[in-house]
């Protein structure tokens, strides 16, 4: 197995409980995690064995963009159901979403949700 990961992605997208954060949208900060099947990718050499980082960013940035998820966790999953399906090699997607602007009242720096999803 080998492991990639891609940090900190920020992303503008519109997703929250409200109607008001699914509809004026806000900064998103976004992690991805994957594991490969194998470690193949050490003796080819070969990027289709191991990970695209720029692949990757793409899907979550369309992912992100382009949807409207209530909750955090929908939106990860969702991630890691696309790049599991487009990669039959990994073997499991973890996200990690921040969010900074939240509606709670008191002091924090964001709210964070992870989701691992494994391919089947």
């Known amino acids: 197995m080998a492991k990639a ?3 900190n992605m920020m992303f503008y997208g519109f997703h929250g409980v409200y109607e ?6 806000q900064k ?4 991805v995690e994957v594991e490969t099947k194998d470690d193949k990718v050490v003796e080819t050499d070969k990027i ?3 990970v695209d980082m720029a692949a990757i960013y793409d899907v979550v940035k369309d992912v992100t963009e382009n949807k409207r998820f209530t909750m955090l966790a ?3 999953g969702h991630i890691g159901d696309r790049l599991l399906k487009k990669y039959p090699h990994f073997a499991a997607v973890t996200t990690t979403i921040r969010k900074p602007n939240v509606p ?3 002091s924090l720096d964001y709210v964070e949700v992870a989701v691992t999803r494994r391919a089947e």
């Not at 008001?20 to 949208?25: C, F, I, P, S, V």
């Not at 998103?28 to 992690?31: A, G, P, Q, S, V």
Request: aromatic residues 14%; proline residues 0%; without cysteine.
């Open 48 to 50: 289709e064995d191991g």
């Open 5 to 7: 990961s891609i940090k």
């Open 74 to 76: 929908a939106l990860g």
């Open 20 to 25: 008001y954060e699914r509809e004026q949208g």
């Open 104 to 106: 709670i009242s008191g």
């Open 28 to 31: 998103f900060y976004i992690d």
